[in-house]
């Protein structure tokens, strides 16, 4: 099967690959690693003897409750991502071949602009005069401008905004998979739309939305510019803990290990997301 | 970074044509702290074309400068008051030559030689201005607003605004209870977090960026703003009132300096020189709204802006106001403890 070519093909993408990875992935998370065991300094940022200061500082009330306070409201996003993606990508998969990509592209649309330009634009939809309250005023469902920016509300919104796209695509990749077969089975074997859905089509679908679940959380506790923007700089985020450690206090140690705590949570999560796919894999078979 | 390349590009294409490489100018300032008009016109002059970058706190120009390497160097950047000593202190500067600046004399003898920087080896200043109480008259009844703890009353439940800036707003909790804004006792920051913790449930929004906005918007009607920023302010919103807090006004100083990787300084002698002249001062204060400390340009300033008192305040607003000073790295970690709290309480 080997031709000859084939091989030097593969060599260079396999260089690349692990390139890329040892280079670009590796060696940042290293150095993250390597700063978080040292010891602040004033001037140079870091400096040795290695501890786990930092470490022990996470423990801190305050910080757990920042970080408690981040989970809570990235938590909201990603329930409000899966309420609306989860029926979005279900419809998604049933509409015809020209339709589907047309909404796709369409999805994809926004990742052309920066995002952090987005947050600006949903700032002036959001606003005391701004374009909502305008609209709802003018229709005469409001008297008085709604209190909407520099809310939590207003964070989640924005949250739910940018991260929207993360949960549809993998759950629409399980929904394309999802076998019309089973569906009649089922619907054969006495179940009703209810029992099909709740024993067929969630079991099966679990995948892509631990996969959705994934791709909203943990990005939805580091995206400080959000509730700087939207929020008043209130109602912080894990990633403004971590901002404000590296730039304000100058203490790089705590703020490395502030980030390698929410690599730690990506990585037990994606362990979950395999075992959870071994198990459907193995009751399928 | 995106726009400094796309700038550095544009510079490069406009003189294209020349034989000789142009030169450049890579300028490190406050957002919306420098007019268009002043960078045009030194383009012109010299021929030196001007990369203009902006930053929105000391932390995060302090944090950029001590970690670019040679080949994204800024020629010139222009820290606050404390800062100017912290980064001196830090061998992160490259002296002035004075032999080469023209118009330094025409500086306010009270904002030269200070103990940031005694002799002015390293800083030129460029600016100074004050952190006091906004007030849009428009939308506050009532006893009108007077000092810093006014912010606590009932009325103000969630309209008031804080600058995002750590020392300003603990400047502040620190002023209401009588101390120093510039204090180093852990028992007194504390204090001060106290006292701030009580405010925040009316606080709406915190803003550095451009700290007029909140009450242009609407968004807020009382707190916090830089007195440029006051005076531009009053421009779009003629009920935008700059109030002069009985505890004292939060002072600073703004001073250019020379990055010890900068790349042209010669072009930054030449722009210190060019923005020293009257006409230029002039300029730049009355479109900004800050004060120049350039004596020379204040006839040639226009009465209105001479005489605002936001820009330039009279002995009696002066008193009891306070400039910030380094604080060391201890106390600032007590501060910044506090204030992380301050941000995530409920």
């Known amino acids: 099967m080997h031709s000859v070519m084939q091989q030097p093909f593969k060599t260079a993408v396999l260089i690349l690959v692990w390139g890329w990875l040892l280079f670009l992935v590796l060696a940042p998370n290293l150095l993250v690693v390597g700063a978080s065991v040292m010891t602040r300094d004033p001037v140079s940022f870091l400096s040795l003897p290695l501890n786990l200061d930092a470490y022990r500082q996470l423990f801190d009330p305050l910080y757990l409750e920042v970080f408690l306070h981040s989970l809570y409201m990235a938590a909201m996003t990603t329930l409000v991502c899966l309420l609306i993606g989860y029926p979005f990508a279900w419809a998604l998969s049933k509409v015809g071949k020209q339709r589907q990509l047309i909404l796709i592209f369409l999805l994809i649309v926004p990742f052309w602009t920066n995002s952090l330009v987005r947050t600006y634009a949903l700032k002036l939809i959001l606003a005391t005069n701004g374009l909502l309250n305008s609209a709802l005023m003018s229709i005469g469902l409001i008297d008085e401008p709604l209190q909407l920016l520099y809310t939590e509300g207003a964070v989640i919104i924005g949250l739910v905004y940018l991260l929207l796209p993360f949960m549809i695509l993998p759950l629409y990749s399980v929904f394309e998979d999802l076998k019309q077969e089973l569906l009649l089975a089922s619907h054969d074997l006495g179940a009703g739309r209810f029992s099909t859905f709740v024993h067929v089509i969630v079991p099966l679908t679990l995948p892509g939305v631990l996969a959705g679940v994934m791709l909203v959380l943990l990005p939805a506790m580091g995206l400080f510019f959000v509730p700087d923007i939207l929020g008043g700089s209130r109602n912080l985020l894990v990633g403004n803990v971590i901002k404000n450690q590296f730039l304000d206090a100058r203490n790089w140690p705590f703020g490395a290990a502030a980030s390698i705590v929410l690599t730690v949570t990506m990585a037990f999560l994606m362990f979950a997301h395999r075992l959870s796919k071994r198990r459907i894999g193995e009751e399928g078979a | ?346």
């Open chain 2, 1 to 346: 970074m995106k726009k400094l390349a796309l700038a550095g590009m544009l510079a490069v294409g406009l003189t294209g044509c020349s034989s000789e490489e142009p030169q450049v100018l890579n300028l490190y300032n406050w957002s919306e702290y420098m007019p268009q008009e002043v960078l045009d016109r030194f383009t012109e002059e010299t021929g030196i074309q001007v990369v203009y970058t902006t930053y929105d706190s000391n932390e995060a120009m302090y944090a950029r400068l001590k970690l670019l390497d040679d080949s994204a160097a800024y020629d010139l950047a222009v820290p606050s008051t404390y800062y100017v000593s912290k980064m001196r202190q830090e061998d992160l500067l490259l002296p002035i030559d004075r032999s080469k600046i023209e118009g330094f004399d025409n500086l306010d003898p009270e904002l030269v030689n200070l103990d940031i920087d005694p002799e002015n080896k390293f800083s030129v200043p460029y600016l100074w201005g004050t952190t006091g109480l906004a007030v849009d008259t428009a939308d506050i009844e009532g006893e009108p607003v007077t000092a810093w703890e006014d912010l606590w009353e009932d009325r103000f439940d969630g309209r008031v605004m804080l600058t995002n800036d750590m020392r300003e707003v603990f400047h502040v909790g620190l002023r209401v209870l009588g101390y120093s804004g510039n204090s180093t006792n852990p028992d007194e920051i504390e204090a001060a977090y106290e006292k701030l913790s009580e405010l925040m449930p009316s606080v709406r929004t915190f803003n550095s960026d451009a700290p007029r906005m909140p009450y242009l918007e609407g968004e807020t009607d009382v707190g916090m703003i830089w007195n440029g920023e006051a005076v531009m302010g009053k421009d779009t919103m003629e009920s935008l009132e700059y109030v002069y807090p009985e505890e004292g006004i939060i002072a600073w100083l703004d001073s250019f300096v020379i990055p010890k990787n900068a790349k042209n300084p010669e072009a930054a002698h030449q722009f210190i020189s060019f923005v020293l002249q009257p006409e230029i001062s002039a300029l730049i204060s009355e479109e900004i709204g800050y004060a120049t400390p350039n004596l020379a340009s204040r006839d040639l300033l226009p009465d209105e802006v001479a005489n605002n008192r936001a820009s330039y305040p009279n002995a009696t607003d002066m008193i009891n106001a306070e400039f910030q000073t380094d604080i060391g790295d201890d106390a600032l970690q007590v501060y910044a403890k506090y204030w992380e709290m301050l941000k995530s309480g409920r």
